[in-house]
């Protein structure tokens, strides 16, 4: 099993709409976890972290199943800024500052 | 505030030659990693520096080294290139080695291409 597996998308959505992205996670004692986002031939940008069950920013929502070993972002009321590919990130090890990604989720907004 | 930065931005190598590629921190931070990303993968991580030292290592290869001076700038070498070397190299400072939140602040990156 992959250290980070990720929906592979792409996802093209109308504006307006939510659409939800799945990840899934090999490391059981990982204790944190994150979204960053990158658009298009730019860096990758921190979205969110989540260290408990959860956590809500706006239009963003991040869940976490310990249980499953899963989370998942929700974006709600998608906008044409919101077009980027997110990617799931794990720490390794005990470090929060070394990360491993997910191989990404493309999300297209429609107008 | 300065941003992460790095270069070159661009770059063309044939095989078996070497790279430098060099990066300069946010202003404030004293840990930088460096991350490959291949086309159409996530970063992958191939070390991190913290006080000149590494911290830290990824599934790489020792043709990938790295320093940091005391300024906490960094550079990356990649010895005998291959073509799966092309790629984007990106910087990442953050301003201490363990906890925090886990944003790591990324420069826009170095695009090495290995023909």
């Known amino acids: 099993r992959k250290e980070v597996e990720q929906d592979p998308g792409p996802f093209n959505v109308p504006e307006g709409a939510t659409v939800a992205f799945n990840c899934t996670y090999s490391?059981?004692?990982?204790?944190?976890f994150f979204w960053y986002r990158q658009d298009c031939r730019k860096e990758p940008k921190l979205l969110m972290s989540?260290?408990?069950s959860g956590n809500e920013d706006g239009r963003f929502t991040a869940q976490l199943n310990r249980a499953s070993q899963y989370i998942s972002l929700l974006i709600r009321d998608s906008k044409l800024s919101d077009s980027a590919t997110y990617l799931c990130?794990?720490?390794?090890?005990?470090?929060?500052?070394?990360?491993?990604f997910g191989s990404g989720t493309q999300l297209t907004v429609l107008p | 505030e300065t941003g992460v930065t790095q270069s070159p931005t661009h770059l063309i190598k044939t095989r078996g030659q070497q790279v430098t590629l060099r990066c300069s921190s946010q202003?404030?931070?004293?840990?930088v990693s460096w991350y490959q990303q291949a086309l159409g993968q996530g970063p992958q991580f191939i070390f991190q520096?913290?006080?000149?030292?590494?911290?830290g290592r990824g599934n790489f290869p020792p043709r990938f080294s790295g320093l940091q001076f005391p300024n906490y700038s960094s550079e990356l070498n990649v010895n005998a290139l291959e073509l799966d070397d092309s790629a984007l190299y990106l910087c990442?400072?953050?301003?201490?080695?363990?906890?925090?939140?886990?944003?790591?602040?990324f420069g826009e990156g170095s695009r090495l291409t290995v023909l």
């Open positions: 990442a400072s953050s301003p201490d080695q363990r906890g925090g939140t886990g944003e790591l602040f």
């Open positions: 490391n059981s004692a990982s204790q944190s």
């Open positions: 989540v260290y408990s």
């Open positions: 990130v794990v720490p390794r090890g005990g470090s929060a500052r070394q990360l491993t």
């Open positions: 202003s404030g931070h004293n840990t």
């Open positions: 520096y913290y006080r000149e030292e590494e911290n």
